[in-house]
């Protein structure tokens, strides 16, 4: 619903400018005809907004479509696997439905709280400074967590910078508040390891010591681990039993740890300080449009450097460099082509970036980065931007503001890890 004063007087009748010739012509005999098609094209790009009922469907069908796929995915990760979600989980009855239900809950219900918590603290300090924003947008997914998050949509242009300050910062520090006391119940309330031997009755017989015995060098190189960034190591060193601390290697077993675990790397993917992600605004904020914009493309280059760097080298046979070199650098090509004003200047970075990695490669082959985060660079690059734009008020922020953003930016830092999967 919009504000009183955001909404436009009604006109007293329509003006064509801006239509198509054949809408914008002056009236003719075919004039009902000419007015029929302007209201078309009309309601094309100004439609009305939805009912209330309608909207809160909409919100509430997604965050319940979510709730079940995130709880199969729940199931499906505590297996120590990542795939599609166990549909055949359905077909049980009775109390085995109830038992796979039951972990995937522990997983999905605290999960999806943290992001819950995010979102909406970004909904309600919008509102509070008089932006209209959507509800949360959940969105679900048929494999891996189950979701790809929650968003919402800001719906008109935010006037100042301490209110793209505000906005951005609330959703991480709220989400932030949840997940370190959900850690801490994780670690707090840990299974005695007869829980983990339920899973693998093989490792009973070595106690404690288990993983000396049960992971050779093929489980180490190839099993899925999640990294500790400093703040879990801090926590679970302060709240955890060692007796009862499960390996990396079984840790999705264990589904509070995991969500509390996973509510970390998303808030601190969610606060990377580029573009229109909330580190984004956070640094906009503390440093203005000028500074900010002409730290962000060193930022961004510092990030595809790292993700690439091990991908090529030159001890690659020749396949590796025919098929794969020219989608890499079409990729490159792709999300530099708009860092700089001019597109030329951007493909010079791009062809020295590669070149760079390829150095690196041969000066420190056991170095290698995170291929995954190249995705991530593609969103940055090509689709959201790296860029901040201005607002028109670029007052700086208060001083209580200015040393909350450095908070976020430390809380930034205890939270990220250049490789968060293993």
């Given at each position: 619903?919009?504000?009183?004063?955001?909404?436009?007087?009604?006109?007293?009748?329509?003006?064509?400018?801006?239509?198509?010739?054949?809408?914008?012509?002056?009236?003719?005999?075919?004039?009902?005809?000419?007015?029929?098609?302007?209201?078309?094209?009309?309601?094309?790009?100004?439609?009305?907004?939805?009912?209330?009922?309608?909207?809160?469907?909409?919100?509430?069908?997604?965050?319940?479509?979510?709730?079940?796929?995130?709880?199969?995915?729940?199931?499906?990760?505590?297996?120590?696997?990542?795939?599609?979600?166990?549909?055949?989980?359905?077909?049980?009855?009775?109390?085995?439905?109830?038992?796979?239900?039951?972990?995937?809950?522990?997983?999905?219900?605290?999960?999806?709280?943290?992001?819950?918590?995010?979102?909406?603290?970004?909904?309600?300090?919008?509102?509070?400074?008089?932006?209209?924003?959507?509800?949360?947008?959940?969105?679900?997914?048929?494999?891996?967590?189950?979701?790809?998050?929650?968003?919402?949509?800001?719906?008109?242009?935010?006037?100042?910078?301490?209110?793209?300050?505000?906005?951005?910062?609330?959703?991480?520090?709220?989400?932030?508040?949840?997940?370190?006391?959900?850690?801490?119940?994780?670690?707090?309330?840990?299974?005695?390891?007869?829980?983990?031997?339920?899973?693998?009755?093989?490792?009973?017989?070595?106690?404690?010591?288990?993983?000396?015995?049960?992971?050779g060098a093929k489980e180490l190189a190839n099993g899925l681990t999640l990294a500790r960034p400093l703040l879990y190591q801090w926590l679970e060193s302060a709240f955890a039993d060692p007796a009862r601390l499960p390996h990396p290697l079984e840790l999705m077993h264990y589904p509070v740890l995991l969500a509390g675990s996973l509510s970390l790397f998303f808030t601190a993917l969610n606060l990377l300080p580029m573009g229109q992600l909330d580190g984004g605004h956070i640094l906009y904020g503390l440093l203005g449009p000028g500074r900010f914009n002409r730290m962000v493309p060193v930022l961004f280059t510092g990030f595809i450097f790292y993700a690439g760097l091990g991908l090529f080298s030159l001890h690659d046979d020749w396949q590796t460099w025919l098929y794969g070199g020219p989608v890499y650098a079409g990729y490159l090509a792709l999300i530099f082509w708009r860092v700089f004003p001019r597109p030329r200047q951007g493909l010079l970075l791009a062809a020295g970036i590669w070149a760079g990695q390829v150095a690196g490669a041969a000066l420190l082959p056991g170095v290698v980065g995170n291929p995954g985060w190249l995705v991530f660079g593609l969103l940055l690059g090509r689709f959201t931007g790296i860029y901040h734009p201005p607002a028109p008020d670029e007052r700086p922020l208060s001083r209580g503001r200015q040393l909350l953003g450095w908070l976020m930016v430390a809380i930034f830092v205890l939270c990220f890890t250049p490789s968060p999967f293993g």
């Open positions: 619903m919009p504000f009183p004063e955001n909404t436009p007087l009604p006109s007293p009748e329509p003006d064509f400018a801006g239509f198509p010739a054949d809408v914008a012509a002056p009236m003719a005999t075919d004039a009902p005809g000419r007015l029929a098609r302007a209201r078309r094209l009309f309601r094309r790009f100004e439609r009305p907004e939805p009912s209330a009922g309608r909207t809160a469907a909409l919100h509430l069908g997604l965050f319940l479509v979510t709730l079940v796929t995130t709880t199969l995915a729940g199931i499906q990760l505590t297996r120590g696997a990542v795939d599609f979600l166990p549909l055949e989980v359905f077909q049980l009855r009775g109390a085995a439905l109830w038992v796979e239900l039951r972990r995937g809950l522990w997983f999905a219900l605290p999960f999806l709280g943290v992001l819950t918590v995010h979102e909406f603290g970004h909904y309600f300090t919008a509102r509070y400074n008089r932006v209209r924003a959507s509800l949360p947008y959940y969105i679900p997914f048929p494999m891996g967590l189950g979701t790809f998050g929650a968003i919402i949509r800001i719906r008109e242009r935010i006037f100042s910078r301490r209110e793209f300050f505000d906005i951005g910062l609330a959703g991480p520090l709220a989400g932030f508040l949840v997940a370190v006391p959900l850690l801490i119940y994780g670690f707090t309330h840990l299974p005695p390891l007869a829980y983990l031997y339920a899973i693998h009755p093989d490792y009973a017989q070595y106690g404690a010591d288990y993983a000396r015995h049960v992971y």
